[in-house]
């Protein structure tokens, strides 16, 4: 009979990513995915150390586990990628439910480890590599719609943001070989996906050297984009010191690829910026902006937003709020600083604004996004989109739920469409996370 293994995945989309890798390399091994968590023989959490309450949430479900592990001796625990890596055998120290830890780049060796904790050791392997891309390794899909799906092109990170645990816990940056990503997004398709998002921590520092010449990152994202004009490309994330005009204009050429563009700014006050090594002033992230509008007219805009970093004044702050105002974001992630240890900030610099401050700081800068999202919403009221169908919406079956191109969900009557087609819809209202319309017979352009 196959052995079961339950997956829980935390963190970022590369997490995502990776744990459909991880449930490969086990099902070549004799596993069977499950998603009962009680008949699993082994359980899985793929974990996240970004901030402190991301791991916080982690020692949680340990706890909730435990009673499994008292019911059923042989049942296995692992917990896998950034956590494992930053905690390494710390984990299996502080808590004795915990068999098998692995670091984000020994995934190959989790069928051994296992093996090893059911012989009554602890099963471990943190080592960080410089050339492992999981490249050869077909992902089992995880996502429930069969529509969009994540292809990793990159690990790793080369930038030393001062407060980021990533180039920690993830190791140097590496690309994959541009022939495996192409693969993997040309069977995807075969497969009836219809969307890919190309992942990275910096997507645009992508090079693959094929000995001829250096492969970038615009280059990789049209020919994925040429595999077939039904295939919509995303990819996600860019750095603002590194996005070129070339990329902007690569996505203006390609209709197929997204008029969306995830552009962390972490922060609008020039001095904080370089406090936390960002490499770029807040002119230079207008300068980007405006090239973004420039180029692609349509693009829509999200980014990343940190408040209370170290020193940060109200001034820094206010700065912060006027950036998000004048870029105008559709969408924005918003996060209090949290000190991670062993990084440059932890090292360098006192973690000095209290945290009540931080979330007074955060809470302004949420209700100023809230608004911007609702402004953003209401001017595409009237307009028609190209809706990707996902599946049902969340609440009626009687409705379709979507994206544009520009990454804002839509939710509109089925009528005679189906999951994967492309509707025109037109927009008539809205809800502060939602657009709502009817499809309507016409092309656009
Ligand atoms: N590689 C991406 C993002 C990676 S982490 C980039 O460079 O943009 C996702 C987001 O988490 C970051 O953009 C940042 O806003 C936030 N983040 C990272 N470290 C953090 C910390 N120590 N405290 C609070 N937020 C953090
Ligand atoms: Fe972290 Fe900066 Fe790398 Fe993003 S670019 S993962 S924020 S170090
Ligand atoms: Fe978290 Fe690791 Fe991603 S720390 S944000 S899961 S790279």
Redesign the pocket.
């Known amino acids: 009979m196959l052995k079961k293994v339950y997956i829980e995945t935390y963190g970022?989309q590369m997490n995502v990513a990776d744990s459909e890798v991880v449930v490969s390399i086990l099902s070549d091994s004799g596993y069977e995915l499950t998603e009962n968590i009680k008949e699993a023989g082994l359980i899985l959490i793929n974990t996240c150390s970004?901030?402190d309450n991301a791991e916080q949430r982690i020692w949680g479900r340990l706890k909730a586990i435990s009673h499994l592990k008292k019911k059923n001796n042989d049942l296995k625990v692992g917990i896998i990628g950034c956590m494992a890596e930053r905690l390494k055998e710390k984990l299996i120290e502080t808590d004795q439910l915990v068999d098998i830890v692995v670091g984000p780049d020994s995934y190959r060796e989790l069928p051994n480890l296992v093996t090893e904790a059911e012989s009554g050791h602890k099963g471990v392997n943190v080592l960080l590599s410089r050339e492992e891309t999981y490249a050869d390794i077909s992902p089992v899909r995880m996502d429930k719609n069969g529509i969009t799906s994540f292809v990793s092109i990159m690990r790793g990170?080369n930038?030393m943001?001062a407060?980021?645990?990533?180039p920690y816990v993830r190791g140097a940056e590496r690309s994959r070989d541009r022939e495996s990503v192409i693969k993997e997004a040309r069977e995807l398709f075969q497969k009836g996906y219809r969307e890919v998002t190309l992942l990275g921590?910096?997507v645009d520092s992508y090079a693959w050297n094929n000995n001829e010449k250096i492969l970038r990152f615009p280059e990789l994202l049209e020919q994925v984009a040429l595999i077939d004009p039904l295939l919509r490309v995303r990819f996600s994330?860019s750095?603002p010191k590194d996005i070129s005009d070339e990329l902007l204009y690569t996505i203006a050429g390609n209709k197929n690829i997204c008029r969306h563009i995830h552009l962390?700014a972490?922060s609008g006050s020039s001095r904080i910026l370089k406090l936390m090594n960002r490499e770029y002033d807040r002119e230079w992230y207008m300068d980007r902006i405006n090239a973004i509008h420039r180029i692609i007219p349509d693009c829509s805009l999200s980014t990343?937003?940190?408040t209370g970093f170290c020193t940060e004044t109200e001034e820094d702050h206010k700065e912060s709020l006027s950036l998000m105002d004048w870029t105008g974001f559709d969408f924005a992630?918003m996060?209090?600083?949290?000190?991670?240890p062993g990084t440059k900030a932890a090292r360098k610099l006192k973690d000095d604004v209290p945290e009540s401050v931080k979330s007074s700081r955060l809470s302004e800068m949420i209700a100023l996004q809230n608004r911007l999202s609702i402004k953003s919403k209401k001017n595409d009221i009237g307009m028609i989109f190209e809706v990707l169908i996902e599946g049902f919406s969340k609440r009626s079956v009687e409705y379709f739920s979507g994206r544009t191109t520009q990454n804002k969900v839509v939710v509109f009557p089925v009528g005679d469409y189906k999951k994967g087609d492309n509707v025109q819809v037109l927009i008539e209202k809205c809800t502060a996370a939602t657009l709502i319309g009817r499809s309507v017979n016409v092309k656009v352009c």
Do not use: A, G, L
């Open positions: 970022c970004i901030r990170c930038n943001c407060y980021c645990v990533v921590q910096n994330t750095h962390p972490q990343d937003m940190i992630y996060f209090k600083y949290s000190e991670r």
